[in-house]
């Protein structure tokens, strides 16, 4: 089918490399076994964020496609994968990464298509970020010990250890907002542990896994290690979740799709690990940095117009320094340039789809209607553009009472609220349901470590918003989640330990 005539368009203002568009505009399949299947019959459609208009069709998948990448994973871990050594592991991770590294250009402008995010980010953080974490991970594949542990109450003579073997076959699932860096958190340390993985992206954005099964099986990852399976969340994610042939589930999304599935995969009694959902609150003191203070909070709000996890939504300001931080905050906002996420200036770009866009504006209006103070941004219903992006919007004003203070957006919306003591923030900070991330803001090194210790997040950052290092372990608490990304600490979310016990002669 020939590319719309607008896509087409928007690709050539922007100087789409011809390999890319060749790439994007084929029908998208699955990759299973090493290879990648040829779509045959029913097709989704995979729609380009800022034209609003078809890009191309995406397989719609069934649960016998993710059985059949189940048994090819099952079959690469019993066979080649299992059987090699850590260190050819380590090698071909490593190989992967130069690889991708090779190839930045190429799935920076996949990430920017699919998902509209902003081209330069997904050149200074989406791709460096997945490389990263392969590089950091790699290492790890050769260092994988148990212990000798000393019995401390068997009679005679014992011998007694334990080793760490892969959990097995693990189906990672992964939203839109950073589809490929998402991947890589969970792919990194699965591989290095030396589980095989079957990938279910988002329907919405599929197109840079497809390009890292790709990549790995050219590099000489054996088939079946790395599949891809693609189509509707609620059939192909589910049917994973399901499957008993599948060991363990690292699951990104939301909070109520993600008690679903791991609902589902207790049945067949699964490792689980849910990364979820936030409301991450940020605490700016009178002692703070302000001109620090408030380009670090605009990052940590409009970073891919705000379709981030950890994005620090709430932001709680003392009295001292409200007024003139909201003044900051609003020039900063304004001065944020709108546009398609292929042009390199634009730093907020459309969200992912119409259905989004509403479901944002909807929270808008009800900022509006509850009461918060609009400080700059959208007035409300009936401001619509047709290419999806929505203005920087803040509210000031705000109350635990109101949803735009309580409920998740993801999308580029602040809310804001003055306190007057300490521990009036603390309190306010910790309400809510969520625990993924919060920020601390203030120029007083015992006030930032007392604050932080007081947070109820899996993440805290001081005088910073949303750092993320493979070295560092990245997860939630409460309705955000439990288990990690990243980190030594993910390792043992891939990784069983088996208790050998050696009697030695007669006890
Ligand atoms: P969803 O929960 O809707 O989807 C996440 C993934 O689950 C997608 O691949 C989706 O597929 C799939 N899925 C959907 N329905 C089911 C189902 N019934 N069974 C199994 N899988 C299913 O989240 P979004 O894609 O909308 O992503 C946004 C959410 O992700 C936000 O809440 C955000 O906070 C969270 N997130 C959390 C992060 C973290 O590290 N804590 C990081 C990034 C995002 P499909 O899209 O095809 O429906």
Request: with cysteine; net charge negative; hydrophobic share 45%.
């Amino acid at each position: 089918m020939p590319m719309d005539q607008a896509i087409d368009s928007y690709f050539k203002t922007f100087s789409v490399p011809p390999e890319v568009v060749a790439f994007v505009s084929r029908p998208i399949g699955h990759f299973i076994d090493g290879r990648e299947t040829a779509v045959a019959g029913a097709e989704l459609d995979l729609v380009e964020p800022f034209t609003r208009r078809r890009l191309t069709g995406l397989v719609n998948g069934t649960a016998a496609d993710a059985d059949r990448a189940v048994r090819a994973a099952r079959g690469a871990l019993e066979g080649p994968w299992g059987r090699m050594p850590a260190l050819e592991r380590q090698r071909l991770i490593l190989r992967l990464a130069d690889t991708l590294e090779a190839d930045a250009e190429f799935l920076a402008h996949l990430e920017a298509i699919d998902v509209g995010k902003s081209i330069s980010d997904a050149r200074a953080i989406d791709v460096p970020g997945a490389v990263a974490n392969f590089r950091y991970f790699a290492g790890w594949s050769s260092k994988l010990d148990g212990r000798t542990a000393g019995a401390v109450a068997l009679p005679g003579e014992t011998l007694t250890y334990t080793v760490k073997e892969p959990v097995g076959v693990v189906a990672a699932i992964v939203p839109w907002n950073f589809p490929l860096q998402t991947l890589a958190w969970k792919l990194a340390a699965a591989l290095a542990c030396g589980c095989t993985v079957v990938c279910k992206p988002s329907e919405l954005t599929p197109l840079s896994a497809m390009r890292l099964a790709q990549l790995a099986s050219e590099v000489g990852f054996p088939d079946g290690v790395i599949n891809v399976v693609n189509g509707l969340g609620h059939v192909i994610g589910q049917a994973l979740a399901a499957h008993p042939g599948v060991d363990k589930l690292s699951f990104t999304g939301s909070t109520p799709v993600g008690k679903a599935v791991g609902k589902t995969a207790l049945d067949t009694m699964k490792r689980l690990t849910l990364e979820l959902g936030g409301k991450s609150p940020v605490i700016v003191t009178d002692r703070a940095d302000l001109g620090r203070a408030a380009e670090a909070i605009l990052a940590g709000i409009f970073l891919n117009s705000g379709q981030v996890c950890d994005a620090g939504s709430r932001v709680y300001v003392q009295d001292g320094v409200h007024d003139a931080l909201v003044e900051r905050l609003r020039a900063g906002a304004e001065a944020l340039t709108l546009g398609p996420g292929l042009d390199p200036a634009a730093r907020i770009t459309p969200l992912i789809s119409g259905a989004h866009r509403d479901r944002v504006l909807d929270h808008i209006a009800s900022a509006h209607s509850e009461g918060a103070k609009l400080v700059t941004g959208e007035p409300g219903t009936g401001t619509r553009r047709d290419d999806g992006i929505l203005r920087p919007t803040i509210f000031d004003e705000c109350a635990e009472t109101m949803r735009v203070f309580r409920e998740e957006i993801f999308g580029p919306v602040l809310g804001i609220s003055a306190f007057t003591t300490l521990d009036e923030a603390v309190a306010r900070a910790n309400s809510g349901d969520f625990g993924l991330a919060a920020a601390v803001y203030s120029g007083d090194v015992d006030e930032t470590i007392r604050l932080s210790r007081r947070l109820r997040a899996g993440n805290v950052y001081i005088n910073a918003h949303g750092l993320i290092d493979p070295a560092m372990p990245f997860g939630g608490l409460g309705a955000s989640g439990f288990g990690k990304d990243m980190g030594p600490e993910q390792l043992d979310g891939f990784l069983s330990t088996k208790s050998i016990y050696v009697q030695v002669g007669t006890a």
